[in-house]
């Protein structure tokens, strides 16, 4: 089937691709680990491969269904969750994926729709022999999700390359306002949206890690969990300091903009005193008495030329000064 790769992880063999008809759960040794990766989620395929599996009572509308609440439900022979892994391509917005774990004695079943970037590269990565047949289905699925958190990760990187680059921005030239403010918006929005991804699935990990989950408290993985949860927490913590750093942008940002419009203030200011200077001597000029400056050939010349060389002489003063 195309839709569905089947690995065989045989800690004291060999690690293989196999077909699902040659799958035998009952046969898989205790140093065998089976991972099926269904990238559709199409009825016919879930059905063929928790039927090869001897998974009985899937509950196949909510795996189908990539919409709904990351959530586990328990079952007799296996246990069933679903979280949000996050798809993140240069210069574009992240993207949200679920993805649907289904986890049974020495197996493995993950579902989601499209290509999953860090299960194609875990693949790639353990394409050679590996002890992954050593593992139990649940130190391995705590693998997986600990990739599916670094997802978050991967998209923040991108949003502080960003910030960074806006920082930059802001401090070095002026940057036109409604070019900064659809960026900044779309920061926001995309801090949010991992936020909003994220935090629904703290029951999910939760649930895993707690001391009453039998089938993770009686394995060997316990610990792995543990760990998984305060990776889970890290993750959390990173998101808020992001949305603190976008934020933090758009501060700078305001606080030049008042640093410039201070700036533009004094320098009109100082324009009125100058205007208002030359306007006051003009006026005394123009007053209706004799003076000796009226009587040369060119004294509107003369007078002009002052007034300019008291201009000149105020600003450069006032630029010694550094009043502007």
Same mark, same amino acid.
Not at 138 to 144: G, I, N, Q, R
Not at 252 to 274: D, E, G, M, P, S
Not at 281 to 288: H, K, T
């Given at each position: 089937m195309e839709n569905v790769k089947l690995y065989l992880y045989d800690a004291s063999g060999k690690d293989e691709e196999v077909d699902l008809k040659d799958v035998k759960v009952d046969s898989l040794g205790t140093k065998q680990l089976l991972w099926v990766n269904v990238s559709a989620r199409d009825n016919k395929l879930l059905d063929a491969v928790t039927r090869q599996l001897g998974a009985k009572n899937v509950p196949c509308k909510s795996v189908l269904d990539d919409s709904g609440r990351p959530e586990v439900e328990r &079952?007799?022979?296996?246990?069933? &969750?679903?979280?949000?892994?996050?798809?993140?391509d240069e210069g574009q917005s992240p993207k949200k994926v679920m993805v #649907?774990?289904?986890?049974?004695?020495?197996?493995?079943?993950?579902?989601?729709?499209g290509g999953i970037n860090y299960l194609?590269? &875990?693949?790639?990565?353990?394409?050679?022999?590996?002890?992954?047949?050593?593992?139990?289905?649940?130190?391995?699925?705590?693998? @997986?999700? #600990?990739?599916?958190?670094?997802?978050?990760f991967d998209a923040l990187e991108e949003i502080e390359c960003e910030v960074d680059e806006l920082d930059e921005l802001v401090l070095k030239q002026d940057v036109e306002t409604d070019k900064f403010l659809k960026r900044m918006v779309a920061l926001r929005r995309d801090t949010s949206r991992l936020r909003k991804w994220l935090m629904p699935q703290r029951e999910v990990y939760y649930s895993l890690s707690r001391p009453d989950f039998?089938?993770?408290?009686?394995? #060997?993985?316990?610990?792995?969990?543990?760990?998984?949860?305060?990776?889970?927490?890290?993750?959390?913590?990173?998101?808020?300091?992001?949305?603190?750093?976008? /934020?933090?942008?758009?501060? @700078?940002?305001?606080?030049?903009?008042?640093? @410039?419009?201070?700036?533009?203030?004094?320098?009109?200011?100082?324009?009125?005193? /100058?205007?208002?200077?030359?306007a006051v001597?003009?006026? /005394?000029?123009?007053?209706?008495f004799k003076a000796d400056i009226f009587e040369l050939e060119y004294g509107f010349w003369v007078t002009v030329a002052g007034l300019i060389f008291f201009a000149i002489g105020l600003a450069m003063f006032a630029r010694f000064r550094r009043w502007i």
């Open positions: &079952f007799d022979d296996f246990f069933r &969750f679903c979280v949000d892994s996050v798809v993140s #649907d774990f289904i986890v049974g004695k020495n197996y493995v079943v993950t579902i989601h729709s194609d590269e &875990f693949r790639e990565r353990d394409k050679g022999e590996s002890q992954l047949g050593e593992l139990d289905a649940e130190s391995f699925v705590a693998t @997986l999700l #600990d990739l599916n958190i670094v997802t978050y039998q089938q993770v408290s009686q394995s #060997d993985s316990s610990s792995h969990y543990q760990m998984l949860s305060q990776h889970f927490e890290t993750a959390v913590d990173a998101i808020e300091h992001a949305r603190e750093m976008v /934020i933090s942008v758009f501060e @700078l940002y305001a606080t030049k903009t008042t640093h @410039l419009t201070n700036i533009l203030v004094q320098r009109l200011t100082f324009l009125t005193l /100058i205007t208002g200077s030359v001597i003009a006026g /005394i000029l123009g007053m209706n």
